[in-house]
């Protein structure tokens, strides 16, 4: 992902001062969209399972899972040490095996301390991940409207899956549902079908939904 943030040619700042409809040609804009688009689709991707990590470890059961790992951990060192046992004939006595035991649960007890501590750091990284995604949405909205909004609302009415067959299948489905979502939000723009509710879904189910409703979703213009 950072690789394709240094390399771009226009930086976030040039895109929000510059007049692009004058300064770059078409092609330009949509490989620059085009770039910003997987930028954000990783992001959003990230920031999923960040926020499906945070659930697992510290949401309303996370107490329940913490309890069932720790119990794991003992289950996995005790079968390693029967397995060095039986191959390496390495035979410990009661007290290093209770030693050993004793521990694992200070390394458990002390994880466990530091709870809070690790929410937060999780906390900021998805807070850092929501307004990165924010950021790049907002630059592909400017990108897109002197590319990718004039071309559908010339070529309006149309399905998605003829604007995707138009763009040769550049853009991930739910990245152009997104961005037409701005223009539906400025009136701009009409959709024939409900909007699905995609919001809550990963990035990569949203795609799978939107093309099985692709050829139904028609967007018209108002301009």
Request: charged fraction near 25%; charge should be negative.
């Amino acid at each position: 992902m950072s690789s394709v943030l240094n390399n771009d040619d226009l930086i976030a700042k040039d895109i929000k001062n510059k007049n692009l409809n004058t300064d770059l040609k078409s092609a330009d804009l949509y490989q620059l969209l085009k770039e910003r688009e997987q930028c954000w689709w990783q992001v959003k991707e990230q920031l999923i399972e960040r926020q499906e990590k945070k659930v697992f470890w510290f949401g309303e059961n996370s107490l329940i899972m913490w309890l069932v790992w720790q119990l794991v951990g003992y289950v996995v060192v005790a079968m390693a040490l029967m397995l060095l046992n039986n191959m390496l004939n390495i035979s410990l006595t009661s007290w290093q095996y209770i030693s050993l035991f004793v521990l694992q649960s200070i390394l458990y007890i002390s994880a466990f301390a530091a709870k809070g501590r690790l929410e937060n750091k999780l906390q900021r990284k998805i807070d850092k991940d929501e307004l990165m995604s924010e950021e790049m949405l907002n630059e592909m909205v400017i990108l897109a409207e002197d590319s990718l909004y004039p071309d559908v609302h010339a070529k309006a009415p149309i399905s998605l899956a003829q604007l995707d067959d138009y763009l040769k299948g550049q853009f991930h489905l739910a990245s152009l549902q997104c961005l037409l979502q701005k223009e539906i939000s400025a009136g701009r723009l009409i959709m024939t079908q409900t909007a699905l509710e995609l919001g809550v879904l990963p990035p990569d189910l949203a795609d799978a939904e939107l093309h099985e409703h692709a050829d139904n979703i028609i967007y018209k213009s108002t301009l």
